[in-house]
């Protein structure tokens, strides 16, 4: 049990949070008998008080958030509004981690635009010819090497166009 980060499910995390919002157990005996970290535990709860057993459905894909839904919560936050872990809660987040990266972006004066970090993801690969290559890769750099935006309109993987 002396394990920390241990893969919990997600039954079990809501069974835990439910336990914890009843006072039924307090979240430092939950996070001692998962073998988890008391903040992990503190979040989970957040999430649970906000949206319920829906809050840990796992879709199986990456979650991706709007500009405004970014520059809501990340202005909810510095606004005093909550805390790191209540705001993500509030706006559906799985951890704080994300938004904390929102806030250094706000604060670097970066603007949330760049909505593809990479991975268009292909089932199979598609065979290109060298013209083809050398037209993507002129694209790239014309459009200040958007590889993410170039794989979707030319349909092959990120990957290809990375390389």
């Known amino acids: 049990m002396g394990r ?21 157990i307090s979240q430092s005996e939950a996070a001692r008998q998962l073998g988890v970290n008391e903040s992990v535990v503190r979040e989970w709860v957040h999430r649970y008080r906000e949206h ?5 459905l796992d879709t ?8 405004e839904l970014r520059l809501e919560a990340v202005c909810s936050y510095l606004n005093g509004e909550g805390s790191l872990s209540t705001v993500s809660a509030k706006y559906g987040l799985r951890s704080t981690r994300q ?8 604060n670097n004066g ?13 089932t199979t690969s598609r065979k290109t010819t060298k013209e083809e290559r050398i037209k993507i890769v002129r694209e790239c750099l014309e459009n200040g090497s958007k590889y993410g935006e170039s794989a979707i309109k030319h349909n092959v993987s990120y990957q290809q166009v990375y390389g």
């Open 60 to 67: 199986g894909r990456n979650h991706v958030y709007s500009n």
């Open 52 to 56: 319920g057993e829906l809050a840990f």
């Open 99 to 106: 938004l904390r990266a929102w806030i250094k972006m706000y």
């Open 110 to 122: 970066e603007d949330f635009s760049h909505n593809m970090s990479g991975g268009s993801r292909m």
């Open 4 to 24: 920390k980060n241990r893969k919990v499910s997600n039954e079990t995390k809501i069974e835990y949070a439910r336990r914890c919002c009843e006072n039924r």
